[in-house]
């Protein structure tokens, strides 16, 4: 069948419609180089840590809101670490009755002998709710070395170890570690596939080759006097993306990012679509208010839905579904090669075409002329310079 159109209107659509194969044959390219990539170098992010550092005294603080499932197991991995030095476990809610609660006093039940506290503090010190918590957990803080880890991340028994080691390098100004997704019933593994395979490779492949030197709120460390240097907490909290701001903010400082030898797992457990979307699209709307640019480029990884898109304005010839053919064989390699690497997966093969399309759906919503975004029940509008301020509760 050949290609509709035959009016100028429809020789332009047959062109774009060659543009966007063009376009999805590059993307396909880019998903094998950065399966390529992340194998080579993700277990070999950070470089040696050093002979034998002095590991120092550390305060974790994990900023709690809600008792999602396996946050036990997350906050219990954290105290499970094979460290010398001493730890103390900082949770933080904002509110007596979140059910975190209960899930904190179970740990300190579990591990008697080891240094946990729970501060509940409802104050509130910009529209950043992590940060206001982070800010009320400080002041329990006893030890100069501080870890940030969010509530639904698990570490291995080597993260703390291996985090401390990589910040003893020279001009490191805090370290952080590259995560996979790891999802429980459909919603929850369709989030962790996008985590694993999509953002995961392509972070590994833009630090390699230089287009950014990311910091990951998932887990991030540093001591005290550089939080201090560059404004502390409180300089966070407006900022939607709170994480990115610090590493921004580090670098310009002249320290460096560094990178430990260890990943963790981000436990995904959104229940329904609604749960899913929501997460999906802050985001997805948060990278775009920190890099407009960046984010519109991103449009080469979604080659699956670009292909589908081309094949359907082609009449499905076999030379677009040929296309089509190649941009999932790619997709798949990758997924093969992350799964091998790092030793489980993270969803089913054949929900990764789904997954990409979800992904595209995400991509366009997010381009919304002046975005929004729901956090934890509330609604925020994201101005310039990713602060954010609250539109309705």
């Known amino acids: 069948m050949s290609p509709r159109g035959t009016s100028p209107g429809g020789e332009n659509l047959t062109f774009f419609a060659y543009l966007l194969v063009i376009v999805s044959l590059a993307g396909a390219l880019f998903t ?16 040696p840590a050093g002979a034998n550092p002095k590991l120092p005294p550390v305060t974790i603080l994990r900023p709690l809101h809600g008792a999602s ?5 997350a906050l219990a991995s954290t105290l499970e670490q094979d460290y010398s030095a001493p730890v103390q476990l900082i949770c933080g ?20 002998n080891r240094d946990i506290e729970l501060v509940v503090d409802p104050r509130l010190y910009g529209a950043n709710r992590k940060i206001s918590n982070l800010l009320n957990m400080f002041r329990a803080a006893r030890h100069d070395s501080l870890v940030i880890a969010d509530a639904d991340i698990v570490a291995a028994p080597n993260w703390l170890s291996a985090t401390m080691g990589a910040l003893a390098r020279p001009k490191a100004g805090v370290a952080s570690c590259f995560y996979i997704g790891e999802g429980s019933g459909p919603w929850g593994r369709l989030l962790a ?34 939080l201090a240097e560059i404004g502390g907490f409180e300089a966070f909290r407006d900022s939607l993306a709170d994480d990115y701001e610090i590493g921004r903010i580090i670098r310009s400082k002249g320290y460096e990012i560094v990178y430990p030898d260890v990943l963790v797992r981000h436990l995904c457990s959104e229940r329904n679509w609604s749960a899913f ?8 709307r948060t990278v775009r208010s920190v890099n407009p640019v960046g984010h519109l480029g991103s449009l080469l990884t979604h080659a699956l839905p ?14 677009a579904l040929t296309g089509v053919g190649v941009v999932l064989a790619a997709r798949l390699f990758l997924k093969t090669e992350m799964d091998h690497m790092v030793g489980s997966s993270s969803g089913p093969i054949w929900l990764l075409p789904v997954r990409d399309l979800l992904s595209f759906v995400v ?3 997010s381009l919304a ?10 609604r925020f509008r994201i101005g310039k310079d990713g602060v954010m301020s609250q539109v309705s509760g």
């Open 32 to 47: 094998v180089a950065c399966a390529f990539v992340a194998r080579a170098q993700l277990k070999l992010l950070g470089g």
């Open 69 to 73: 499932p396996g946050l036990e197991e």
């Open 93 to 112: 809610i904002q509110k007596h009755a979140d059910p975190a609660r209960g899930v904190v006093e179970a740990l300190r039940q579990r591990f008697p």
């Open 193 to 226: 596939m996008g985590i694993t395979y999509q953002f995961l490779p392509g972070a590994v492949f833009g630090m390699i080759v230089g287009l950014a030197r990311p910091c990951f709120g998932a887990t991030m460390a540093l001591t005290r006097q550089k």
């Open 277 to 284: 979307w929501v997460q999906e699209l802050r985001w997805a």
């Open 306 to 319: 670009l292909s589908l898109i081309a094949a359907a304005l082609l009449s499905f010839s076999p030379q």
């Open 363 to 365: 991509f366009v919503a």
């Open 369 to 378: 002329a002046r975005p929004t975004v729901h956090w934890r029940g509330d």
